[in-house]
């Protein structure tokens, strides 16, 4: 009886396939914990009628910008307490460092072991996008998935990181080496945390803004083409806009792009990424990622204008839009090793998807064009080029 059902299954295969829907939000508003303010409990409330334990994480930045913050979560939650229970705000180092030391991962888990935060609960992450990406990730990790909801505070985090569907952390030297794909249950964009922003948080989400508009939309180019100076001057009217466009254009991307889990060889929205990842390495994460962003963009513009894909007049209209803003486009490359050490980071970024090198550029603006080849020398004189431009006055 034994040996006929080993020849009958021998060489046979059992198959099963399945498909998982996901579906979140990402909403706006201000005073998100004033207890006039309904969105966070509804949110809450929407998926359980009933008392729901959570746990914050904080930015500590943020804490130190907004003072009354964990004193205004503990009060919400009192007065919503049918709903929300809140088992504590844990404040966790901010920026990217916090992606490079394990120990803060290591921290929420056991926050989450602690005060019993399962599947059933949330974890809720107040902070820039580092912040957000390392918290993230062990939110994923705890249980398989704890429910993560971001409440992102600066331009960049609002408008691009938030709100798609990956968490990391950094190792071996390498941005966002280790990480999940898991989106999250909600996010939610309050205004009143971008005004306390320093000028360089407020202006650096402005490059995945023009990323995103160079790639796909050459009327959101030149909205931000008009308004640079606006936006410079921290006009709030300008920049909810922006945001809102951004990250509209960013999640119709992950839904309707039909790679939301990046399981082939292209990621056009890591558009100037390549050197971008390299440079904050490279700097001991001195450049935000946003300002690394903006030159990693400027840079593969010269590039594909040296290659013929775009005239001179278009790649000075990109770089105008970046200086006027404010970025500093110029490379702090000081030999040729360094300028090597960077270009090793084209093929870094292949490994890291793996598959055929696909790097992003443009053919015209709000035009992507892919390429599966970088000359090396070709992209020298483009950061040549960018050098020289750098230096001439913003008209």
């Known amino acids: 009886m034994l040996s006929t059902f080993k020849r009958n299954t021998m060489f046979k295969t059992i198959e099963q396939k399945f498909e998982v829907s996901y579906q979140y939000g990402l909403h706006f508003t201000e005073n998100l914990f004033g207890t006039e303010n309904t969105l ?18 904080v930015d500590d930045g943020v804490a130190a910008a907004h003072p009354d913050l964990i004193k205004n979560i503990k009060a919400y939650c009192q007065h919503y307490h049918e709903n929300l229970v809140h088992m504590k705000s844990m404040v966790v180092q901010g920026g990217e460092a916090c992606k490079n030391d394990e120990s803060q991962v290591e ?9 019993a935060i399962c599947r059933h609960s949330f974890v809720i992450v107040i902070g820039g996008g580092a912040v957000i990406d390392m918290a993230g990730y062990a939110a994923a990790i705890a249980h398989r998935g704890v429910k993560l909801i971001r409440i992102p505070t600066t331009v960049l985090s609002q408008d691009d990181s938030a709100v798609g569907v990956k968490n990391s952390v950094n190792a071996f030297g390498k941005k966002n080496f280790i990480g999940t794909f898991a989106p999250p249950y909600a996010i939610i964009n309050d205004t009143d945390f971008l005004k306390t922003l320093e000028q360089r948080d407020w202006i650096s989400g402005i490059s995945e803004a023009l990323k995103v508009a160079l790639i796909k939309d050459a009327v959101f180019f030149e909205y931000l083409e008009k308004n640079a100076h606006l936006l ?21 991307h992950i839904a309707q792009g039909g790679d939301p889990f990046e399981s082939g060889s292209s990621r056009p929205l890591d558009f100037g990424h390549w050197a971008a990842h390299k440079l904050e390495y490279m700097t001991n994460y001195a450049l935000r990622h946003g300002e690394a962003v903006a030159k990693g963009i400027v840079l593969d513009v010269a590039y594909t204008h040296l290659i013929g894909l775009i005239n001179e007049t278009d790649l000075n209209r990109v770089v105008r839009v970046f200086q006027n803003i404010g970025f500093d486009l110029s490379f702090p490359l000081a030999t040729e090793k360094e300028v090597d050490e960077l270009l090793n980071g084209i093929e870094e970024f292949r490994e890291h998807l793996g598959g055929e090198l696909t790097i992003t550029l443009i053919s015209d603006i709000g035009v992507k064009h892919d390429v599966h080849e970088i000359d090396w020398q070709t992209m020298k004189k483009a950061l040549d080029l960018v050098n020289e431009i750098s230096k001439l006055k913003v008209e």
């Open 40 to 57: 966070f409990k509804d949110i809450i409330k929407a998926y359980k009628n009933e008392p729901v334990k959570l746990l914050f994480v």
């Open 232 to 252: 410079r001057d921290r006009d709030m009217e300008a920049m909810q806009y922006t945001i809102y466009r951004c990250a509209e254009m960013h999640m119709h």
């Open 107 to 115: 921290d929420i888990l056991k926050a989450v072991s602690e005060y």
